[in-house]
């Protein structure tokens, strides 16, 4: 949500903003209708102020036995008068906040400009990939001999769902236990077990409402499937004014996440890539204002530090005007390398949503001592999407008979295993 003081003063900034993601200038309709809502709020005012005027009248004329039905007249004409306007009042706000709505963050002064992902940035690589004397497969080949079954779970729930059996299955749930320990052990993030169902003010106060209403699934009881924890994490400060010396408030979370990909028809329909369910660890933060850029780069470093542990070779870039998303200001994406694939594929999204979420939920802090309050700021990033590092491990730990070494870092978890046997 965009800050409506800043429309007034700064239009001309509010277009220039709009253009770099491609979008029409909007200023002046805006600041139109916002201008509308305030005289009309100042009309309202008026008119209840005239009314309290005569009512004090009419009680003076009725004690010296006057008249006061002209009086009265005036004031049952203003009241009329006023909840006609008041509705048309609760009318227009709610347009314009539903207009403001839809305007996605604006981008951070140092992001790239371009249309498309064509235009993304690579910042920095970490790892050489793996040079096999075989040729390498893509981790649905793989699978099939490992425990991975597309079939049942169609059966089941239809397409871009996935069935996991035996030590496969396991080394998921390792994974992901190996993740949320360096998250919390090593960089101070809290685990938190949140609700996987959310009303509509949540998926509002992150920016997945209403624009991307037809992307969540949605029960009978009108609750959303979450489409990754941080919605819920981000959102566990909404409505809140938190102490700055709270702040950052560092969160992470495993849980399943839901999304209808009604907007990637067609693609990435085989394997575990793009799924209907998927698992993640996610990492929320919630800073002040000046925290914000160097939390986002210790937040990329965490995720990071996952592949690091595992031996994954990746990329990280920053992603350009044109591929940045709704919510953000500003965004890493890290690549893993898939070897069956022969391309670095994205497992985790970093963002900095600056105060955008926050105006929406209206989170706030304030300093100790004082009485105004401001926005906090908001990140959020994977840490990271546990299905996709699993396909990474398979496709860059792969043998020629097909089995699979298991990273050193996640035995523990395995109770010492070191190997996936095919069909065993």
């Known amino acids: 949500m965009i800050d409506l003081k800043w429309l007034r003063e700064e239009p001309e900034a509010l277009d220039r903003a709009l253009a770099r993601r491609g979008l029409p200038p909007l200023a002046a309709g805006l600041r139109e209708r916002d201008a509308a809502v305030r005289a009309l709020q100042t009309a309202v005012q008026e008119h209840q102020a005239r009314r309290n005027v005569l009512s004090k009248e009419i009680g003076r004329a009725r004690g010296q036995g006057g008249e006061a039905a002209a009086l009265m ?176 408030l560092r969160y992470t979370a495993y849980t399943p996440c839901f999304r209808s990909e009604a907007g990637a028809a067609g693609k990435d329909t085989k394997g575990m890539i793009r799924q209907h369910q998927f698992s993640k660890v996610e990492l929320v933060s919630i800073t002040r204002a000046e925290q914000s850029a160097a939390e986002h780069e210790r937040m990329t470093a965490c995720a990071e530090a996952v592949l690091q542990r595992l031996g994954l070779p990746y990329r990280v870039l920053v992603l350009c005007s044109g591929d940045t998303g709704f919510q953000s200001q500003k965004t890493y994406d890290i690549e893993v390398w898939l070897p069956g694939q022969g391309r670095y594929r994205e497992i985790s999204s970093c963002s900095n949503c600056g105060d955008f979420q926050a105006r929406r939920m209206r989170a706030r802090w304030r300093a100790k001592g004082e009485r105004a309050t401001e926005f906090v700021h908001t990140l959020n990033g994977s840490g990271l999407a546990v299905g996709r590092t699993l396909v990474a491990v398979l496709e860059n730990f792969q043998e020629a008979d097909g089995g699979v070494r298991i990273p050193e870092a996640l035995r523990p978890f395995m109770d010492g295993l070191e190997r996936l046997n095919p069909d065993g």
């Open 73 to 248: 007249a005036e004031v049952a004409a203003l009241k009329e008068r006023i909840q006609a306007d008041e509705e048309l009042l609760r009318a227009r706000q709610a347009a314009l906040e539903e207009e403001l709505a839809g305007l996605p963050n604006m981008l951070a002064d140092d992001v790239p400009d371009g249309a498309d992902e064509s235009a993304n940035v690579e910042l920095r690589r970490w790892g050489e990939p793996r040079r096999f004397d075989f040729a390498p497969k893509e981790h649905d080949d793989l699978g099939a001999a490992l425990g991975m079954d597309f079939a049942r779970a169609a059966k089941l729930s239809g397409a871009r769902f996935v069935t996991l059996f035996g030590r496969l299955a396991r080394l998921e749930r390792a994974l992901a236990a190996f993740m949320l320990d360096l998250q919390t052990r090593e960089h101070g993030y809290t685990e938190v077990a949140v609700p996987y169902l959310v009303r509509d003010n949540v998926l509002y106060g992150t920016g997945q409402l209403p624009k991307f209403a037809e992307e969540q699934f949605r029960t009978t009881t009108g609750h959303w499937l979450i489409p990754t924890s941080e919605v819920a994490l981000t959102n566990l400060v909404a409505e809140e004014i938190l102490d700055a010396e709270a702040m950052p």
